[in-house]
């Protein structure tokens, strides 16, 4: 073939392909670091036994405040141990203790733990690692990059977010809570709300009004609230699940010093899209593995009406080309490279699927999904169906989503 | 693992098709559906020619430029994109495709310096006619010939092919199904008749043989086989072509909500609008993923991926994530995107006939209900 070279034309979703990795590929990559894991005593973790033994899919974690406080510090403890032998954050430059690798390297090792007999990586993980972490890195001083960056990485320090209030939900812009300057500190008073797991936080990411005389989105700032402060109060919510991750924060007249205000004084919007980008981003692989565990059971059951089968197939299929297109994604973007509004695709695809997948294991399951006959892998899908509306809503609705999608990405007329 | 991002020459093959082809081949479909149904020659010859684009994919020693599948794939994108009428589908993917599944080097040697060139064109006539007016066909032997008697089908290209190769069952084997070459410059008893086709573009044909003589391809009792890894083939090949078709069909409809205005403001800034688009470019960004995996797939044997399941798996999403956004786009539109004059339907043609050619969606889901173990 004979081809002229010229300017590469390239789709919505253009994307830099990864430098290559020095020496090394994602198998071989995998390979060593479940060498290291049974170096240091890991086990691999018994392939699932359809039929027998645990049975979750639950969407969100559903846990007594002790549960979930041992959970995360069972987590942390393990994050340190990776983190402190290279293993933590391989998609970061050495200067944070990464390797600087392509995020499909990091994506293996996370789906290759899964394999293995470690603590579970609840939410907030996800949140101080994959969120505030890269948004103190773009926004941070270099002092703040300092005192922050690895420790939020190596989960020394755990951190949530402080977003909505009961009025700036979707419209996240119109948060109320003041950041009043006075001397060298701020004083923030308001109300937050839905915010995971903050009581195993020691800071909060906080969107504050710091000038309600400009335009909402221009009057915003960011900090870095440490959640031990006089006047931080927090008190769990309980969801529709039953459980209780989500918390409203109360502060009430928090004094903050500026040395934790995060990016400029105004710039609260732009420090929240960096957080809410990354969150779409990681929220692609929501519910993974779900999928394949009602299928699992089908097989199991055995399942006569075609329709049904069919109906399996379309819902497997679809999920399937889902996380072969966050393989994609994340191949496509370059180590270290802020997600952009991409992960809003990710994420609208993954709740969609999340929805369909309830539909499904309801017409599967049938009287078994609503009334418990103590079989094993019935009744536990009501945590999946249950808990999968609260991801349509979560770092910004389906609607939002799509809104972004199409601003932002297609680049069409603003309403 | 399946490699799913476009490399830099991909890339930069597909911008050079693009723009070769620049916009005119959504023209050239509007000629097959207005005209004679038949492809535009100079065209063929200067991608044959110039590009050598027939033989991109088929290995070196039989005249090909030995690119990967994959590649291949990255052609047949810009194809969709813009609805390039050609042969290329029939000739140098099914039917190459389905050859090179026999192994049977005499004929290669013989036949596929001819496909590569784009000088001689090939199908494949697999389908079974609907109806008692149109029996099976069966091989029998002449002396040292066969000769092949019956009808078929939905023969893609069947009227512009100069081989074709037609899986039959003969008389005397147990052994199944054999694969047979027809030199249509020296077949007595064949007759071939224009079937009148949704997708002008992409025409189709009855085929009827009378005793018309045939050379046995590969060994007596291998053609299931090889008919079955050619189609499987050429469903990958379809599906990069319908990711690159619902890609198009996508944009036209985002450029057009951005200019038309109702209500004194574009249609595209009406959430309506907006959020049937975003709902459209995750099906769009899921198909090129499906036709990049099963492309890539069917690229690298090392690849522990079975080819049927990727063929399978492209071939049900990409053929409704294409009929969807093809469909789509003439909603938004509105009343132009439903006249004659507009390219949309050209699309939608297109779009729909792609969606049963090689198996309907429900065909693939049912294969995969059987790989996935849920039904016998």
């Known amino acids: 073939m004979r081809i002229d070279s010229g300017s590469v034309e390239r789709g919505f979703l253009a994307g830099e392909a990864p430098p290559p990795a020095p020496g090394t590929n994602v198998p071989s990559f995998v390979r060593e670091f479940e060498g290291w894991l049974e170096s240091i005593g890991m086990r691999r973790r018994r392939p699932d036994q359809v039929g027998t033994g645990d049975f979750s899919v639950a969407v969100f974690d559903d846990q007594t405040p002790q549960e979930e406080r041992m959970a995360v510090d069972r987590g942390r403890e393990w994050e340190r141990t990776k983190y402190d032998a290279g293993w933590g954050a391989v998609d970061w430059p050495e200067q944070f203790g990464g390797r600087g690798l392509p995020a499909t390297f990091a994506a293996a090792l996370r789906a290759a733990e899964h394999e293995w007999d ?9 949140v101080t690692q994959n969120m505030i972490a890269p948004t103190v890195r773009e926004w941070g001083t270099s002092e703040q990059i300092e005192q922050f960056v690895r420790g939020l990485l190596r989960t020394d320090i755990m951190a949530c977010q402080l977003f909505s209030e009961p009025e700036a939900g979707s419209d996240l812009a119109a948060v109320r809570t003041r950041a009043v300057r006075d001397g060298p500190d701020w004083v923030l008073s308001g109300q937050k709300v839905w915010s995971s797991m903050a009581a195993c936080a020691q800071y909060g990411e906080a969107i504050c009004r710091s000038d309600p005389s ?15 402060l006089p006047g ?38 732009r420090v929240a899209l960096t957080t809410l980008s990354a969150e779409r981003s990681d929220s692609s692989s929501l519910g993974a593995g779900t999928v394949d565990k009602m299928v699992a059971l089908a097989r199991h059951r055995g399942v006569r009406s075609p329709a049904l089968v069919d109906e399996i197939v379309q819902l497997w299929l679809r999920d399937r080309v889902l996380v072969l297109t966050n393989e994609r994604h994340a191949a496509e973007m370059r180590a270290g490279l802020e997600p952009g509004p991409q992960g809003s695709l990710g994420k609208l695809a993954a709740t969609m699927n999340m929805r369909r997948t309830s539909d499904v294991i309801t017409l599967l399951l049938a009287d078994e999904l609503i009334a418990d006959t103590g079989r094993w892998g019935t009744f536990a899908w009501i945590e999946q169906v249950l808990g999968a509306p609260g991801y349509r809503i979560a770092g910004g609705s389906d609607e939002i989503q799509r809104t972004i999608i199409a601003e932002r990405i297609l680049g069409m007329p603003r309403g | 693992m399946a490699d799913l991002v476009e490399s830099p020459e991909q890339a930069e093959l597909r911008a050079t098709l693009r723009r070769l082809f620049g916009g005119r081949s959504a023209c050239l479909a509007r000629q097959a559906l207005e005209g004679d149904g038949h492809y535009d020659a100079a065209l063929w010859a200067t991608l044959t020619q110039k590009l050598g684009l027939a033989g991109l994919s088929l290995p070196e020693r039989y005249g090909g430029s030995g690119y990967s599948r994959a590649d291949r794939a990255a052609a047949l994108h810009e194809m969709g994109r813009c609805l390039l009428p050609s042969p290329f589908l029939a000739s140098v993917v099914l039917a190459a495709e389905t050859l090179l599944a026999t192994g049977d080097e005499d004929v290669l040697a013989e036949v596929l310096p001819g496909l590569s060139a784009g000088t001689t064109l090939a199908t494949v006539a697999y389908r079974e006619g609907p109806g008692y007016d149109c029996p099976p066909v069966r091989a029998a032997r002449d002396r040292t010939d066969w000769r092949l008697t019956g009808c078929r089908s939905f023969v893609l290209d069947g009227c512009q092919a100069d081989l074709i190769i037609v899986p039959a069952e003969t008389a005397e084997t147990e052994s199944g199904v054999s694969l047979f070459l027809i030199d249509v410059a020296a077949a007595p008893g064949l007759s071939r008749r224009a079937m009148r086709t949704l997708d002008s573009s992409r025409p189709q044909a009855l085929l009827d043989f009378s005793a018309t003589p045939a050379r046995l391809v590969g060994d ?8 079955r890894k050619g189609v499987a083939h050429t469903t990958i090949a379809l599906a990069a072509e319908q990711a690159g078709g619902a890609e198009r069909c996508l944009e036209a409809a985002v450029e057009y909500a951005g200019t038309r205005q109702q209500f004194g403001r574009p249609i595209g800034s009406f959430q309506a609008i907006k959020h049937k688009c975003a709902d459209l470019l995750i099906q769009v960004e899921s198909a090129r993923t499906a036709a990049r995996y099963a492309a890539s797939v069917s690229s690298d044997p090392a690849i522990d991926e079975d080819l049927y399941a990727a063929a399978a798996l492209a ?9 969807t956004v093809a469909a789509e786009n003439i909603q938004i539109h509105g009343g132009i995107g439903f006249t004659w004059e507009h390219d949309a339907h050209l699309y939608f043609r297109r779009a729909k006939a792609s969606e049963v050619m090689f198996g309907t969606p429900l065909e693939h889901r049912a294969f995969l209900a059987r790989h996935l173990g849920l039904s016998a």
């Not at chain 1, 470690?118 to 996800?126: I, V, Y």
């Not at chain 1, 400009?214 to 700032?221: D, F, Q, R, Y």
């Not at chain 2, 007596?220 to 008919?227: E, K």
């Open chain 1, 118 to 126: 470690l603590p579970r990586r609840n939410e907030l993980f996800a």
């Open chain 1, 214 to 228: 400009v335009p909402k989105h221009a009057g915003l700032t960011a900090f870095l609230v440490p959640l031990d």
């Open chain 1, 232 to 269: 931080v109060t927090i008190r769990p919510i309980r969801q529709m699940t039953g459980g209780a991750c989500f918390n409203e924060v109360f502060l009430d007249e928090v004094r903050v010093p500026d040395a934790l205000r995060l990016g400029p004084e105004g710039g609260g919007w």
């Open chain 2, 220 to 227: 007596p009792g291998a053609g299931a086989v090889a008919v």
């Open chain 2, 315 to 323: 071939g049900a999403y990409c053929s409704a994530a294409f009929f």
